[in-house]
């Protein structure tokens, strides 16, 4: 043999060890490799599979081998399957194909990697992202990324939109009196029967903690309201929810595209500015979005940031009414009333701004100081030598349900040094019956130290006669819508003489508010009520005007 001949045959030999020595890398790599490695022919036929897709296929090589590979696999990127395993497991599988060779044949090596608990953390991610998890409702960013979707195919189409509103009232009232395991059952339970009517394009998402809003896509303004008051009708309905007969209300709102608002947010904004309006009407119901609405939404946002700035800039006043008992003829009280001393637009009476400061929570801080101030104002009148009288004081529906009422007043009576026996306060007859064993328990307690409560507006709300007795009031007040017409209004002189005469028998006193003439007093001289109050006594007028008779 020569040297030639030689050389080549080791070389030859020393490419064929490597080769083998690569070949077994190669397998070795495979074996071991994480993700299932499946080899198939050109035929579709597995020739070979790692351990690991053994694993993920559920199934051992013997019986893969010489079986056609099942799954179709895209030959430009990743496939997404659904494996289903022996012991019907479904497990999630990305595909990935190679073109490769093997023994020496085009082959392709598909590579497999289980993605299962990937797809569940990713589908976990997304339920957070864009679902409630209470009701399992979609979320408002849900609900917005299908109202472009839907506004984008309306306008393609030239179609309408409809976005709804919906606020659920007495939900808080519910959850103080039952619990909250209760109150997101309901909530769960109203859910679930929104969702009967609702058809397979619509949606209905849960924006706020009572507050759903539902997309409506194909319609118009008639099938809008009249899905609107199917809703209202549902809610009127009672809820059993964990052995309790629950009784629920609601307020819808309603905006149109392309008539009030030509993307998500805008639409959704004006629902909910409609819905708000419609809270103002009352309950159970309906209002469709009006341009002017707007208007009257800035003018609400301006208010209430001038509020906090007056607050902030002590720019709220009191005025004081004289309370006077004719049949002497002397002030026996005054009330405390409200003003705001605007640096621009001079006073402003609370007609204007109390409704907005009672909806931002800003009429409790307001309130506070109300309180505070007038009787302060009290002891300095005694200080200065005038003879006692009442201050009387009038509280929100939302400062008096503070569950801090008791020890505030406490606290501002301590502060100013008035004793309670000289402050009166005054709450109208829907407050009281807002919560009764709240109402009754909170002027037990405050009676208790020496307080007054006087029931304003009387005659003008629901106050159940059955439950006057339980409250520990010293006094009636007449509206003054009564007292104005008495002379010439036979239904108006009517109720007058009969709260008078209610309030002889329950041992009340009675107080007319409004008098001005005196042919009002009287008539209300002959049904025995001698405290009043109007401007033929005197206007409100600031501490220092006060003419003491």
């Known amino acids: 043999m020569t040297k030639k001949k030689m050389a080549v045959e080791e070389l030859l030999e020393k490419r064929t060890h490597e080769l083998v020595r690569s070949e077994a890398r190669f397998y070795n790599i495979i074996e071991n490799n994480a993700d299932g490695i499946v080899v198939v022919d050109h035929t579709g036929t597995i020739q070979y599979l790692n351990p690991a897709a053994e694993f993920i296929m559920g199934k051992i090589r013997e019986e893969l081998v010489g079986k056609p590979f099942v799954y179709s696999v895209r030959q430009d990127g990743v496939t997404e399957v659904d494996m289903l395993l022996a012991d019907g497991q479904v497990r999630v599988a990305e595909l990935r194909v190679t073109e490769s060779a093997w023994e020496g044949e085009d082959a392709q090596l598909i590579s497999i990697r289980d ?18 998890l209470l009701t399992g409702l979609p979320n408002q960013s849900f609900f917005l990324n299908h109202l472009r979707l839907a506004i984008a195919q309306a306008r393609h189409k030239s179609q309408m939109v409809a976005v709804l509103y919906l606020h659920l009232d007495r939900l808080k009232n519910i959850n103080d009196t039952y619990g909250h395991h209760v109150g997101d059952q309901l909530l769960h339970t109203v859910a679930e029967r929104l969702k009967e009517n609702l058809r397979s394009q619509d949606i209905l998402a849960r924006v706020g903690g009572n507050e759903f809003a539902l997309l409506l896509t194909e319609t118009n303004a008639d099938d809008v309201a009249q899905f609107a008051e199917q809703i209202l009708d549902k809610l009127r309905q009672p809820w059993m929810v964990i052995n309790h007969h629950l009784y629920i209300s609601g307020t819808i709102g309603s905006a149109m595209y392309p008539n009030h608002g030509d993307d998500a947010e805008k639409l959704l904004k004006n629902a909910y500015t409609a819905m708000h309006r419609a809270e103002e009407k009352g309950t159970h119901t309906y209002q469709f979005y009006a341009p002017a609405m707007y208007t009257d939404a800035l003018h609400r946002l301006e208010t209430e940031a001038n509020l906090r700035r007056a607050l902030e800039e002590n720019e709220f006043v009191l005025h004081y009414q004289p309370q006077v008992n004719i049949c002497t003829g002397k002030v026996i009280g005054v009330e405390a009333l409200l003003r705001w001393n605007h640096p621009e637009r001079g006073l402003i009476y609370p007609n204007d701004f109390i409704p907005i400061a009672e909806d931002t929570g800003l009429i409790v801080p307001i309130g506070e100081w109300t309180l505070h101030t007038a009787c302060q104002q009290n002891k300095l009148w005694q200080d200065q030598g005038i003879p006692p009288v009442t201050m009387a004081v009038n509280l929100s529906a939302r400062q008096f349900q503070q569950p801090t009422l008791v020890e505030n007043i406490k606290k501002i009576l301590s502060e100013t040094g008035l004793d309670p026996t000289w402050l009166e306060l005054e709450i109208t007859e829907s407050i ?59 239904d108006a002189a009517a109720i007058v003489t009969t709260i008078a005469f209610l309030a002889q028998n329950l041992k009340l006193k009675v107080v007319a508010e409004g008098v001005e003439l005196q042919d009002q007093v009287c008539f209300l001289q002959k049904q025995q009520c001698i405290e009043m109050q109007g401007y033929l006594f005197g206007r409100p007028v600031p501490p220092s005007d006060i003419k003491w008779l």
Request: glycine share 6%; with cysteine.
């Open 432 to 490: 009281a019956m807002q919560n009764v064993e709240f109402t009754i328990k909170t002027l037990h307690e405050l009676t208790e130290m020496g307080i007054r409560f006087a029931l304003d507006d009387f005659g003008t709300g629901f106050c159940s006669l059955g439950y006057l007795k339980y409250f520990p009031v010293s006094k009636l007040k007449i509206d003054r819508s009564f007292t104005r017409d008495i002379t010439s209004d036979p």
């Open 115 to 132: 993605i299962t608990e990937k797809k569940i953390l990713g589908e976990r991610v997304q339920q957070l992202l864009y679902y409630d």
